[in-house]
């Protein structure tokens, strides 16, 4: 088995979540104009598919952990082609809604199974390096989708986009299907999945903290993709080709911060690269604080580090929880990626609350106030005794 050619087959399935995600907001107004339906409905096909890619996690998590990662992984990509096609073929908002719906049930399985198959296959820096390369993929999801979306629905139509994403589903699952073996070991899980098995994970103090860094990390993030466009507009009256140069600098950082931080485990303890970057996004938020009203580039270098702080912490968090839970490492993974996935659609309802509270300002205030307790929390967990794999 290519290990290398594996890694990056599974973290191409991972990519496809929110890829898939975000791929085409930038023609939004034509897919409301096409249907005849009003834009919530047309956002909450975003929304819908978020919900179930976060509540899919705590399925896939124990699914991966007792029947296997090829299993898995291959009937999740059939599912989500299946669904890509359903969503090329609609003809109505409610449709459409439903067939969102069954992606993200399917690609849902995508970020569980190429976490805990990289846990399976590699040990010490060679972990932490292929960790990289997935979050790094991930990373690029986001990034990568509003920019096809927006050149395929400009040159056709966004019905062709479902299309496209058909296509790369079945690539993808045709490599996993001639590559990908199984990796499972004899000594995981086979046990029935019952709900203490999460509580299990969210007793262990290091697990919990780390889960907690990941959901601060996406609601803080979230929060800026969301409330920076108004920002751009309120403060320095860009137009949206700038704002996205802008949102692109941000996302770039975050996938260079990935590849960073695979490259450095091993070479620094991975607790230190833990609290370091989470007391470093603490800095950078206070600096977006204090000079996102002075002037843009200065507000561009703030949402900059803060992206690649974050980025480098990224796969030093799923190589420790990996290394901690050894027998049910899907499960814990599972466990994260949903409370990620809880941060991302915390950030926008909580940040809408606090804007009318007290602005802009009240919004990042409260992230960095969120980030500083997680990052105190993380300091005195990451201070005690060494943690055991379990």
């Not at 409301?32 to 890619?53: E, Q």
């Amino acid at each position: 088995m290519n290990k290398t050619l594996i890694v990056y087959l599974v973290s191409l399935a991972a990519f496809l979540g929110p890829f898939t995600q975000t791929i085409y907001t930038p023609i939004l107004p034509e897919v409301t104009k096409d249907f005849g339906t009003s834009s919530f409905l047309v956002n909450l096909t975003i929304s819908i598919f978020t919900l179930f890619l976060a509540l899919m996690q705590i399925v896939y998590g124990p699914l991966t952990d007792t029947k296997g990662r090829r299993k898995v992984l291959l009937f999740g990509i059939f599912i989500y082609v299946l669904a890509s096609l359903g969503c090329f073929f609609s003809h109505s908002i409610s449709i459409l809604l439903v067939f969102r719906a069954l992606q993200a049930i399917g690609i849902a399985a995508g970020s569980v199974v190429a976490a805990t198959v990289i846990g399976d296959l590699f040990e010490g820096k060679a972990r932490g390096k292929a960790m990289g390369t997935f979050q790094m993929m991930v990373s690029l999801g986001p990034v990568a989708g509003p920019i096809a979306g927006g050149f395929i629905g400009g040159s056709f139509n966004f019905h062709t986009v479902f299309l496209v994403l058909v296509f790369v589903g079945a690539v993808i699952f045709l490599f996993n299907f001639i590559f990908l073996k199984e990796t499972k070991t004899e000594t995981g899980s086979t046990e029935r999945f019952q709900p203490r098995d999460f509580v299990f994970i969210l007793k262990n103090h290091t697990g919990a903290s780390i889960i907690l860094l990941g959901f601060t990390q996406y609601y803080a993030l979230y929060n800026f993709l969301v409330f920076l466009p108004n920002i751009l507009n309120d403060r320095y009256a860009l137009p949206a080709e700038q704002k996205g140069i802008v949102f692109l600098c941000m996302s770039l950082f975050i996938v260079v911060g990935s590849f960073v931080g695979g490259r450095i485990q091993g070479r620094f303890p991975s607790r230190n690269v833990i609290v370091t970057t989470a007391y470093l996004n603490v800095l950078a938020v206070f600096l977006f604080l204090l000079v996102s009203h002075i002037a843009l580039p200065l507000l561009i270098v703030s949402i900059m580090l803060f992206g690649f702080f974050l980025g480098t912490s990224l796969p030093v968090q799923t190589t420790l929880l990996t290394q901690i839970f050894h027998s049910n490492r899907s499960t814990a993974i599972g466990a994260y990626n949903f409370f990620r996935y809880i941060g991302m659609a915390c950030g926008p309802i909580i940040g809408s609350w606090l804007l009318k509270i007290g602005g802009y300002d009240t919004i990042y205030g409260f992230v960095d106030v969120l980030f500083l307790c997680c990052s105190l929390i993380l300091m005195k967990q990451f201070g005690k005794a060494a943690y055991k794999p379990q």
